[in-house]
Structures are given as C-alpha cells and as structure tokens.
C-alpha cells in the first residue's frame, strides 16, 4: 500500500495542504487495517496537477510497476491528476492488473469494475479538471490585475532594478548605467555580440549579476528582457515585442500573455530594445551551424565554402601563416570539386580589396540608398499597425455580440435553433479575424527586422573605413554582413584559387 500526496501553491486555499493529506490518508489507511509505510508515501509539494510530471508521482509509477504496491491512497482523485486523459491513462490502464485505487476522502475505489464505479470515477476526474480550469483562470486573472495595477509580481529582481516597496522596483544606480551600455554596444558596434560584449565587460571588471562574472547567455538574456523597455510581460518572455499593444503573443497554453506598458521605470527606450531584439533574431537566424569561438580568428571560417558546398576549414604553420582547405576533403566526405589548401592571405586581400571598391568611398551611400528601397517603408509600417488595431477593435465587438447572444438565450429570448445560427455566424468571423491578425502581424514584425537590419548594413558601411583597426571578429562580422556567401573554386594550383562572392544588394 502506498501514500501519494500533492499540493501546489494555486491552492493554497482550498485546505488541501500536505500535512492535511497526509493525517487524512493515515487515519483511512489505519482505518482499513494498513500499516502506514514512510518509505512507500510519496510526496509532490509545488507540483501542479496539470500533467503527470512529477518527481513523486514518477518514483510511485515505478513502484507499481515493479510490484510493490498493491493500492494506492490518496486525499481525493485531484491529487493524482486534474487532467481526465491523464488520470483515465493512469489509474484505468497504466494499473490496471497491478494495483487498486482508493480515495481517502470519496468513498470508492477501482477493486471492482463496476458500471457504477466507472461512472463516479470518470465524474470525479472531470470535475478534477474543471477545478484545475478555474483556479487557472482566477490565478491569471489576479496576475493581470496586479500588473495593471503596477506590480512587478516576479520573485527575481532583474539585474539593474532594486525593490521600492512591495511590487514596485526603481532603477538602481551603477547597475542600469551598466544596463544601458549592452545595449547600445548591441546596437552601434557591429561586432559586438553577446560573447564579445561579456568578455568585454569581464576584462573591464565590471560585475554581473549576483557579482559574478558575465556570461553570453546573461547578456542575451538581458538583451531579450522587455522589462529593461518598461513593458512588464506575464506568459513567456522570449518574445517578440513588435506587435503593437502585445497582440498575437501566446503563451504555451494558448492563453494571450498579458502585457503592460511602462509598469516599471523604462532603462532603455522602447525603439532601441525593438532593434536589438531583432538584430538579436536576425544574427541566430544567419548563424552557421558548427561554428566555434576558435574560428573567429579566421576571416572566411564559417562564410566561404567550397565549391563542393563544404565548409573551409583553417589552419596555421610554424611561421603563422594561415591555409584554408575543404572539411569535406579534409574528413573523407567525398569532395568532388578538386579542392586543395590554399594559402589565406592573398585570397583575403582580393576580397577586401572587393569590398572597399563595392562599398567604399563615394558609393557607400549609393549601396545604401539601393538597400533602403529593398525594404518595407515606414508608412508600410504604420499601415499595418493601424490595420491591427482596426482587427482587433472587430474581435472585441464580435466577443461582445457572443456575449449577449449567450445572455439572450439563457433569458429566453432567443431560440436555440436562432442562437445556434447566430453562434456559428460569429464564430466563423472570429477564426477569419484571427487568421487576418496573425498575417498582419507577421508582416509588422517583418518590417521591423529589415529596419533593424538597415541599422545593421548602415553600420556596417560605416565601419568599412575602419577595416584595419577592427578586431578579427569586428572583421568577420562585417564581412558576413555584406557578403553573406563566398564560394571558392579550384581552376588548377593552389595560387590559382577563384573566389565568387554573393554581396548584399
């Protein structure tokens, strides 16, 4: 006989706490002749009974499954499952041969399969899920209150803030001029990536979060958090914050995830967070697989291929001169383009020789200029933004005709047949409202990509003029951003290498 007892923090009103349980199940075990089992009482504490994820509930499966348990007690049927797929799963089928249920607190069991017994079990289980339903629903909505009342209702106090006072936080001195800089290195310097600004910042001395040392995915972390734009985000918070209003953004559920501007004291603007986000996109987007720190040393690692489509691989002599070669040849994938080493330096010469005569001088803002009118325009976006609004002012009216047309038919004033009718009609509009949204909303944060990527090309031009005093990775970087492919052919010799290369624009 075994103990299973679970508690989440959602109910913490319901009077179910774990010493409650436990005593009930006890007195119902001794009750029956039992002996209670320390070893065999299994407990979850925190866990919700949404999905059968549980460190407690897994030991407990196992046990039966290995045959010691005959029964299993719990407080009520909810504490094993409050999703009726998963209870049904569980106790009907996963034990069903094995061990019996019983509830402590419900005055029936599995021993017998009874039609009767069946049905108060499936009853029970769909009430489990019910309940779980609305205690989600009323813990959501409390969160949403209190997020429009002001409140940061987050345990952890991000990096930059400070407690003001109970759900309010203000910007701490030190930390948010800290704060502040990531994000413009993010924005102005093009080689700055994540792990190029915590390695910075580490040299520099200057502490991270917690006093500890900074890391790349800190920094990320840092760069994706809305809260440092004022917008305080409940539901998941990698997100995109290009919709406006934080429309279209769901959380794992399904549920729209609140979001509410200007809760918190605003570190940086709300345009810049935009633009690093989406710089932030872009760059994982156009990341090459396989890539390693070591390969930033090298300019055309990770950016030029071979002929064959393989990557090139690099390496140095004893006098430090670098030799590119195929990883295909190199790794006996089968290389058919005739790929040999090649010395580096000569070939990356004729490509930044290349790149200055494309982009450099007088034509850098001809390039420019070319680019911009490759991409969306600002009235696009404004556009847009007001066509958003527009669906979602429709959705709210199509909501409130649902709303009444239930009120009318539980009044009696309308039919049922009528209501039906009326039902279907605007539930077919709202999945076209929906369908509508989610294209319009695509396109918005498609636009505000490629704006972020025209800061990024802008500059980049910009920093061609500073090609020699870069850092190899300020190089690389600003090589991929105006040629994102290089191809490398083999006409003969290792001297005789021909480079293709893809410009953008």
Not at 30 to 47: K, P
Not at 439 to 451: K, P, S
């Amino acid at each position: 006989m075994a103990i299973y007892i679970r508690w989440s923090t959602e109910e913490q009103g319901e009077g179910t706490t774990l010493e409650i349980q436990r005593e009930r199940c006890a007195l119902f075990v001794r009750s029956q002749g039992w002996m209670v089992r320390e070893e065999l009482t299994f407990v979850d504490e925190g866990y919700s009974g949404a999905n059968l994820e549980r460190p407690g509930l897994k030991r407990l499966r196992q046990a039966v499954l290995a045959g010691w348990v005959d029964c299993v007690v719990s407080y009520r049927l909810d504490r094993i499952s409050r999703n009726l797929v998963d209870t049904v799963t569980l106790v009907r089928q996963e034990w069903a041969g094995k061990c019996i249920y019983r509830s402590a607190t419900e005055g029936f069991d599995t021993s017998q399969d009874s039609p009767t017994g069946g049905l108060i079990f499936n009853i029970l289980a769909s009430f489990a899920e019910f309940e779980r339903a609305v205690i989600r629903d009323r813990t959501i909505a409390g969160t949403r209150r209190r997020m429009k009342e002001g409140m940061y209702i987050s345990g952890t106090v991000p990096f930059g803030y400070e407690r003001a006072g109970k759900g309010q936080l203000r910007v701490k001195p030190g930390e948010s001029d800290t704060v502040a800089r990531i994000f413009e290195m993010a924005l102005v310097d093009v080689s700055a990536t994540p792990t190029n600004i915590a390695r910075r910042l580490s040299q520099e001395g200057i502490p991270g979060p917690g006093g500890g040392k900074w890391w790349a995915t800190t920094v990320t972390a840092l760069l994706r958090n809305p809260l440092y734009a004022g917008m305080v985000v409940y539901g998941r918070r990698n997100i995109s914050p290009t919709s406006p209003g934080g429309s279209g953004r769901h959380d794992a559920s399904g549920e729209p995830i609140a979001s509410v501007d200007d809760a918190v004291p605003a570190i940086v603007s709300r345009e810049v967070f935009e633009k690093v986000h989406a710089l932030l996109s872009q760059r994982q987007l156009s990341k090459p697989k396989n890539s390693n720190r070591a390969s930033g040393e090298y300019l055309l690692t990770t950016i030029a291929k071979c002929k064959c489509g393989g990557p090139l691989g690099a390496v140095k002599d004893r006098h430090g001169n670098v030799y590119y070669r195929c990883q295909r040849k190199q790794q006996g994938a089968g290389c058919w383009a005739g790929a040999v080493a090649f010395r580096g330096k000569p070939v990356e010469e004729r490509i930044v020789e290349a790149l200055r005569e494309r982009f450099g001088g007088g034509r850098k803002q001809e390039a420019f200029g070319i680019l911009r009118e490759r991409f969306a325009s600002d009235c696009r976006r404004r556009e847009l933004e007001e066509a958003i609004k527009a669906t979602e002012r429709r959705k709210q009216e199509v909501l409130v005709d649902l709303a009444r047309l239930r009120r009318q038919a539980r009044q009696g004033e309308l039919r049922a047949s009528t209501y039906e009718e009326f039902k279907a009609d605007a539930e077919a509009e709202m999945a076209e409202l929906e369908e509508r949204l989610r294209g319009l909303q695509v396109q918005h944060a498609a636009t505000g990509r490629e704006e972020a990527v025209l800061d990024q090309l802008e500059r980049a031009l910009n920093a061609l003029d500073e090609w020699d005093d870069l850092p190899p990775a300020g190089r690389k970087e600003l090589l991929r951003t105006l040629a994102p492919r290089i191809v490398v052919f083999y006409p003969g010799r290792a001297r005789d290498i021909d480079v293709q290369v893809q410009w953008i624009g």
